[in-house]
């Protein structure tokens, strides 16, 4: 029993990779689910006060997380994930970048109880921003690996789930920020219109002249304001060489501003 997590420690093969140019070593599996640029991008497009709460949602090994940790002075982030492995990958990666201080792990499923929030300390209305990058993928073709399978694919209208517990753990005016597949932008937009507005959106493109592969999306609780578009980010250029836009964000820590 590991005495910090309070469950099993669980043995696995991982990989150390560095993510924003080294500024953030992270452990995670060899095998299963494995952070990517979503992570990154998603934690460039949060807007979080110095000294606020934040909490992420689906965190996996903490890389969104804790790369906004690392970006905002004094944000206490709470990471949230239902698999013990990857939470406890997710502590010591706290741990091994000198952000333990203001970053706590919680084993909790986002589909959980209110109660079984409150027990684990996060309240409602208690947070001033939550961030999540939700499964997106169809359920027909599943990863054999659980952890993948959990990370990637969601049954139904899942999403609409996790924004209802986005909402309910965010103070009045909090705000939710997203990332999700470009062609399912009108399920998001469903899953915001009860609690939330002022939906800012930036697409996502993988190379010139190609559809977006993902969208990412800004939203405030309880306002009425209208959405507004942003200009798309560009990962590649025509040679598949990423663009310094990318390279602003993806390795020099820069953020996502949206409109």
């Given amino acids: 029993m590991n005495a910090r997590t309070g469950y099993q420690s669980i043995a696995m093969e991982t990989s150390e990779d560095a993510v924003l140019g080294g500024r953030l070593v992270l452990r995670q599996p060899l095998r299963g689910h494995r952070f990517g640029h979503d992570a990154i991008l998603l934690a460039a497009a949060v807007s979080a006060p110095a000294g606020g709460r934040a909490v992420e949602l689906g965190a996996g090994v903490g890389a969104a997380g804790l790369a906004l940790a690392q970006r905002v002075a004094g944000l206490a982030v709470t990471l949230v994930d239902v ?21 706590r792990v919680v084993c909790l499923d986002v589909a959980a109880p209110a109660a ?15 961030l999540m990058n939700p499964p997106f993928n169809a359920a027909d073709n599943p990863s054999p690996e659980p952890d993948r399978r959990r990370a990637h694919t969601t049954p139904g209208n899942a999403i609409r789930q996790w924004v209802r517990t986005a909402a309910r753990l965010l103070r009045p005016a909090g705000t939710l920020t997203l990332i999700w597949r470009a062609d399912g932008l009108a399920e998001v937009l469903g899953a915001l219109v009860p609690d ?4 800012a959106l930036l697409p996502v493109h993988g190379k010139p002249g190609a559809p977006a592969i993902r969208i990412i999306a800004r939203a405030i609780k309880g306002s009425r304001a209208p959405l507004t578009l942003s ?15 990318a390279e602003a964000v993806l390795r020099h820590g820069a953020t996502l501003p949206l409109c």
Avoid: S
């Fill in 196 to 199: 939330f507005g002022a939906v």
């Fill in 116 to 130: 079984a929030f409150a027990a684990a300390g996060l309240a409602a209305e208690a947070a001033d921003c939550v």
């Fill in 83 to 103: 698999a013990p492995a990857l939470t406890e990958l997710a502590l010591g990666n706290a741990e091994r970048n000198g952000l333990a201080a203001f970053v």
């Fill in 231 to 245: 200009p798309g980010l560009l990962l590649a250029d025509a040679k598949g060489r990423p663009t310094e836009a």
